[in-house]
């Protein structure tokens, strides 16, 4: 397998892995708590928050190792961990990197 192939495929895992992290977040955020404050439903926190916590858990671990493979410098990798802790965080990331592909696709 060639560099570019295995960088192509360690980014596409993340992105997946963001993606979903992300989309958990919201839920937990926008729905699961609600329901818990508003509706006085706290199952719904468990289990979000539950499945959040364990894809939150799997970021974190394969950021450093993508970061690497990928070779993203110090700042990137930042901006990777800042944006796991902000609600929309991943889908700013997730679109920085496409357009840096973008970018590098082009020149």
């Known amino acids: 397998m060639t560099q570019e192939i295995e960088k192509a495929k360690w980014l596409k895992r993340f992105k ?48 450093f190792p993508t970061a690497k493979k990928v070779g993203w410098d110090f700042p990137k990798t930042l901006f990777a961990l800042i944006a796991s802790v902000l609600p929309f965080g991943p889908f700013i990331f997730d679109r920085y990197l496409s357009k840096k592909e973008k970018e590098m696709a082009s020149s």
Do not use: N, R
């Open 16 to 63: 997946v892995i963001s993606i979903i992290e992300g989309i958990s977040f919201l839920l937990l955020l926008f729905i699961a708590m609600p329901m818990k404050y508003m509706l006085d439903i706290p199952l719904a926190v468990t289990y979000v928050g539950w499945a959040h916590g364990v894809l939150f858990v799997i970021y974190i671990y394969v950021v």
